[in-house]
T-cell receptor, first 114, second 110 residues
Framework: ETGVTQTPRHLVMGMTNKKSLKCEQH?????MYWYKQSAKKPLELMFV???????ENNSVPSRFSPECPNSSHLFLHLHTLQPEDSALYLC?????????????FGPGTRLTVL | GQSLEQPSEVTAVEGAIVQINCTYQ??????LSWYQQHDGGAPTFLSY????GLEETGRFSSFLSRSDSYGYLLLQELQMKDSASYFC???????????FGGGTRLMVKP
């Protein structure tokens, strides 16, 4: 257990559905992240939140919409996704700009878009 | 742009030593991290090098040469449980963004 939880662990959705991924960290960190991990590709940073403010959007399509209501919770709202969006979505947290920048990852949500 | 290169696969036997290399080309550099990810699991932090030289943590060591834009992860006394993917990641500035390499899949055989 890393102190970062994600729900659901698995999600299958159609292209017209709307769903949300949830992430919660119990580590007292002030930075949270969404990553996409596809087969045979590097981990891709999607969004960064520092103290609830979005500080990075890595050219992510608007069909992905993040929300960070407080420093412990992070959501990723999904709508009208494409089959190529099928991937493992990982949430992570860190103690902001700490000396090592160590990030703690959740177990991920395995998303399949039909 | 940012790019990190590491071998896609490495195979070694139990008890051996293996070195996983990582070369990077980034617009900024603040430090190099290594993460381990078992199949079906989350990436977990292994080590960080902010300065040149070797950092040792038990059976794992990590090395950095900033002048060569190169680092490596050294795993000693390999165990079957070390079979996993290993990712290098560059921290480009004092902020908290990481750029990851494609990962090296390590297979440890008896």
């Amino acid at each position: 257990e890393t102190g970062v939880t994600q729900t659901p662990r698995h999600l299958v959705m159609g292209m017209t559905n709307k769903k949300s991924l949830k992430c919660e960290q119990h580590l007292g960190h002030n930075a949270m992240y969404w990553y996409k991990q596809s087969a045979k590709k590097p981990l891709e940073l999607m969004f960064v939140y520092n103290f609830k403010e979005q500080t990075e959007n890595n050219s992510v399509p608007s069909r992905f919409s993040p929300e960070c209501p407080n420093s412990s919770h992070l959501f990723l709202h999904l709508h009208t996704l494409q089959p190529e969006d099928s991937a493992l979505y990982l949430c992570a947290s860190s103690q902001g700009r700490g000396p090592q920048g160590e990030q703690f990852f959740g177990p991920g949500t395995r998303l399949t878009v039909l | 742009g940012q790019s990190l290169e590491q071998p896609s696969e490495v195979t070694a036997v139990e008890g051996a030593i293996v070195q996983i290399n990582c070369t990077y080309q980034t617009s900024g550099f603040y430090g190099l991290s290594w993460y381990q990810q078992h199949d079906g699991g989350a990436p977990t932090f292994l080590s960080y090098n902010g300065l040149d030289g070797l950092e040792e943590t038990g059976r794992f060591s990590s090395f950095l040469s900033r002048s060569d834009s190169y680092g490596y992860l050294l795993l000693q006394e390999l165990q079957m449980k070390d079979s996993a993917s290993y990712f290098c990641a560059v921290r480009g500035n004092a902020g908290n963004m990481l750029t990851f390499g494609g990962g090296t899949r390590l297979m440890v055989k008896p």
